[in-house]
């Protein structure tokens, strides 16, 4: 059982910077891969950001040079800076995270946060 709660969306000017929060709480054994993906009005959901156990990240490739993937292992805790914000950047950001529950299970599941929305004004 993992939660996730986001925070940090807001409307925010082009070229401005938000920076998004998703602190993972509940009992589980390890989180593996945590990331960051979007849903715009009207189009499917993306990943923007991956972001492994030992801190490799990739991004998607509309938002590589503007945002900024981090963890927190002792937080269990996973950050999205992002920056030179554009209105194609509007939509609801979802939290998501690859945990282990059990010792004994090498099974993990994905967990999905709420989401956060993030408005980019022109």
């Known amino acids: 059982q993992v939660q996730l709660v986001e925070s940090g969306g807001g409307l925010v000017q082009a070229g401005g910077s938000l920076r998004l929060s998703c602190a993972a709480s509940?009992?589980?054994?390890?989180?593996?891969?945590m990331g960051w993906y979007r849903q715009a009005p009207g189009k499917q959901r993306e990943l923007v950001a991956l972001?492994?156990?030992?801190?490799?990240?990739n991004l998607a490739d509309s938002v590589k040079g503007r945002f900024t993937i981090s963890r927190d292992n002792a937080k269990n805790t996973v950050y999205l800076q992002m920056d030179s914000l554009t209105p194609e950047d509007t939509a609801v950001y979802y939290c998501?995270?690859?945990?282990?529950?059990?010792?004994?299970?090498?099974?993990?599941?994905?967990?999905w946060g709420q989401g956060t929305r993030v408005t980019v004004s022109s």
């Open positions: 998501n995270a690859r945990a282990r529950r059990y010792v004994f299970r090498r099974e993990e599941n994905d967990y």
């Open positions: 509940g009992r589980f054994f390890s989180i593996n891969d």
């Open positions: 972001i492994t156990s030992d801190g490799r990240s």
